[in-house]
């Protein structure tokens, strides 16, 4: 732990693994006896406990790299799949063979 008393996030989350064998192998009262030992030692509320202990504690890929992948998807796509129907001057969808005209 920090010099400061404040755990870090990966602090939490290796001591929440810990917990969450615990937890899963506890009784109904046992589990509320380690519900209040997580929260006085991590600083965090009942709830947000429950539901970290439910989910995955594993770091997930960050939101800009998923969507730098889906930006670059959408660069490679078609040009029927683009917005141009949409913009003035642009043209209109024909068909499902994604021929197309320009707007009269």
Sequence with gaps: MSTEGKMT???RRKYLRRMKQRHLQADRREKGRLLDEMQIVTELHRK???RLLKG???TSASPG???GRTLSRAAQAPPQ???AHLR???FVLRG???SAEPRA
């Design 9 to 11: 996030v990966d602090e």
């Design 81 to 83: 799949a683009t917005t």
């Design 88 to 90: 003035p001057g642009g």
């Design 56 to 58: 995955t504690l594993e």
């Design 65 to 67: 790299r998923e969507l």
């Design 96 to 98: 499902l063979d994604g």
């Design 48 to 50: 947000s406990l429950i």
